[in-house]
């Protein structure tokens, strides 16, 4: 199975990051503009906190706040779950799953090496799925399989 370092090899490592002092309007904008669900939140250099769109949902909209006037500090997730570029993606499946999130944070080290969704898991598993049915396929006609 294809490890979190794969998986940021194919996709890249590029990591969209705001300041805690950010208002939820400017991140929100930050977020449509990059098509992406949520933004880390780092200070100095280190992970601070997430923000998604389901913080948006629950701590902005339902709780009757600005977010003109709501800083991301605020309403983030503050206590964020992160994997290791060696991990797999059953691994990462499994701890989405659990704990119910979409975005995971790479670590290598101290190191913010990248972050993975829940869509770049599931797309790197059903382009595996993909390879070994066309393999079989070749295997079942009589073809080459390498």
């Known amino acids: 199975m294809r490890t979190v370092e794969s998986i940021l090899s194919a996709k890249g490592k590029d990591v969209w990051s705001i300041p805690p002092d950010t208002l939820v309007y ?10 992406i669900g949520a933004l880390l939140v780092l200070e100095q250099g280190k992970v601070a906190g997430i923000f998604s769109e389901r913080d948006y949902a629950r701590r902005v909209e339902l709780e009757g706040r600005s977010s003109r006037d709501t800083l991301v500090s605020e309403v983030m997730t503050s206590r964020v779950a992160y994997v290791r570029p060696t991990q797999t993606m059953g691994e990462c499946m499994a701890l989405m799953t659990d704990k119910r999130f979409r975005h995971l944070p790479v670590m290598d080290g101290e190191r913010l090496a990248g972050v993975v969704s829940i869509g770049d898991i599931v797309k790197a598993i059903i382009s595996d799925q993909d390879f070994v049915i066309q393999q079989l396929e070749n295997y079942i006609k009589g073809g080459s399989y390498f």
């Open 26 to 35: 400017d991140a929100i904008a930050l977020m449509a503009e990059k098509g």
